[in-house]
């Protein structure tokens, strides 16, 4: 199960590529599909490498990003 | 799973209109997150400046106003001494601020007007097409200084900070940059101090932020990145440059 879950919202991606060079664990790519604006969009290519560390939601210009990360349960 | 990082509260969900890679977004998300967590977007007026970030007043979910070209820090003046207990904040490029609203910005500082300026400086006019700007560094091309900014034509670079820091109004000034992650959260923190010192009742704050124009400056946004570490940083030096806090060890 990975740690971390990056949710994207296509239609606001411009295709800046800003998170894909933060990333350390090579979890995002430029996706093949188009979206609305005629932007390549980012897509999760390894999603199980995501820590959900949110460098990427931290550089993203557009607000495209979403980040969930596992808490550790309390004991 | 526990949602770590979402779009603040103080933004609307509308698409902005920025090019691909420029700061400004990142900048917007940071005065974003800074209200949100200070609680404050219920008694918050944004003034938007004219230059790229002039439709700010569509991203931000407070209240807004427009003003005219530099006019944003004057504008600000009279809401908040009409309205003292609003937070109120200016938002501004670096042709808007350190160019046509020159005497404005000085003024403020200098009467200590009890407000917060974000200062975007992305060393041109970005809006109007990337014309040279006040801060466009020695050398640097642009459609009005095709050869390089020359020192002889144009003379030098406009260091706000450094400049502000001469008067006794300010109570708060930093330079921060946008190029990275760990830059950008240096930078929300300062921007969140800048909103606190207002709340404090201590004067004028302002933060730099050094951001890029990748269309501008003809690089991609990976690279205008670090271009701006590379070029921006040597003649912008970051840090605080002034802090009434300081002493109290704040
Ligand atoms: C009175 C007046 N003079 C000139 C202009 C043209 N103009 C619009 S934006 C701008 C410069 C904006 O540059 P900056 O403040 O650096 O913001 P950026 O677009 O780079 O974010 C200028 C000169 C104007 N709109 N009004």
Redesign the pocket.
């Known amino acids: 199960m990975p740690k971390g879950q990056v949710i994207i919202d296509s239609e606001r991606c411009k295709e800046c590529s800003l998170c894909l060079t933060v990333c350390p664990h090579d979890v995002l790519r430029i996706s093949k599909t188009i979206n609305a604006n005629g932007y390549h969009p980012v897509e999760a290519a390894l999603p199980e490498n995501c820590t959900g560390c949110t460098l990427c939601a931290v550089i993203c210009p557009d607000l495209v990003l979403t980040i969930k990360r596992l808490v550790p349960e309390r004991t | 799973m526990r949602t770590v990082f979402k779009k603040p509260r103080a933004m609307t969900k509308r698409p902005m209109h920025y090019c691909p890679g420029c700061t ?1 977004g990142i900048i917007h998300r940071l005065v974003g997150e800074a209200i949100d967590s200070l609680g404050i977007l219920e008694e918050t007026i944004g003034v938007a ?6 439709f700010a007043y569509d991203y931000f979910n407070c209240d807004m106003q427009q003003a ?3 006019r944003a820090p004057a504008v600000a003046t009279g809401i908040k001494r009409v309205l003292p207990q609003r937070t109120v904040f200016t938002y ?6 350190a ?2 609203g020159m005497a404005e910005i000085v003024h403020a500082a200098a009467r200590g007007e009890n407000i917060t300026v974000i200062f ?1 400086n ?1 060393a ?5 097409s990337g ?1 040279m ?1 006040p801060t466009s560094l020695i050398g640097q091309k642009t459609t009005t200084s095709p050869r390089g900014r020359s020192v002889k034509d144009a003379g030098y670079p406009i260091k706000i900070c450094e400049l502000l820091a001469t008067l006794e109004g300010p109570s708060y000034l930093a330079r921060v940059s946008s190029h990275d992650p760990r830059h950008i959260l240096q930078a929300g923190r300062a921007i969140k101090k800048a909103f606190r010192m207002q709340k404090e009742k201590r004067g004028f704050a302002l933060v730099e932020v050094l951001s890029t ?1 990748s269309v501008n400056w003809g690089l991609t946004p990976r690279g205008a990145m670090e271009w701006l570490a590379e070029n921006m940083i040597p003649t912008y030096p970051l840090g605080v440059y002034k802090d009434v806090t300081a002493k109290e060890g704040d």
């Open positions: 400004h400046s004219v230059g790229c970030s002039v005219a070209h530099g501004q490029g670096d042709g808007d601020l160019s046509i975007v992305n041109i006019y970005g809006m109007t014309q700007a124009c």
